[in-house]
């Protein structure tokens, strides 16, 4: 029976970080399936789905992703998920939306809220700072989905009034195929 399980991983960027954790993984049997990990200022953090060999030994693994995770100095968790098939992303057309303009408070919430009420699922965000002290820029890109039923005019009319408000870039483009 197939049986998966979530890794997380936050820290101090350094090099070895994802070798360490990998290392444990493949010694315990495990077959990594997805994984995203990003360097956000000087932290690392690392997300992974790990399919564990039949049958699983949790504690064993825990126990070894916890040393590493000390001789790396870096926190780590692992979260069973249990045997259930992954649920397949939500149905519907891909797009990227992004947001260039004057850094402020809200921006990721008034952007994201606006979207959760169209009911589109986000699937990733990104965010950076730009610029300097004195004029920064605030960066975000999403990926999301946007639902078959949805109405992408009232959705790009809710985008252009929030571009008022804010003061800000949006652009919302349809994604061709499949990146990674």
Not at 19 to 27: K, M, N, P, Y
Not at 108 to 126: F, K, M
Not at 149 to 173: K, P, W
Request: proline residues 6%; negative net charge; aromatic residues 4%.
């Amino acid at each position: 029976m197939t049986h998966w399980a979530a890794i997380t991983v936050l820290g101090q960027d350094r090099p070895g970080i994802v070798a360490g954790v990998t290392r444990v993984l493949f010694e315990h049997g495990c077959n990594l399936e997805d994984s995203s990990a990003t360097r956000l200022r000087d932290a690392f953090a690392m997300i992974l789905i790990a399919q564990l060999p039949d049958p699983p030994h949790l504690g064993d693994l825990r126990a070894a992703l916890r040393a590493e995770a000390a001789a790396l100095g870096v926190a780590v968790d692992l979260r069973d998920l249990g045997t259930k098939a992954p649920v397949p992303p939500p149905a519907g057309r891909r797009y990227l939306l992004s947001v260039y303009g004057a850094d402020q408070p809200g921006i990721v919430y008034r952007v994201s809220r606006e979207l959760a009420d169209c009911t589109c699922n986000v699937a990733d965000v990104a965010t950076r700072r730009a610029g300097g002290a004195s004029a920064p820029i605030y960066i975000m890109m999403l990926e999301m989905t946007v639902p078959e039923a949805a109405d992408l005019a009232d959705i790009q009319a809710r985008l252009d009034r929030l571009r008022a408000e804010l003061q800000v870039d949006i652009t919302l483009r349809a994604v061709e195929e499949e990146t990674l």
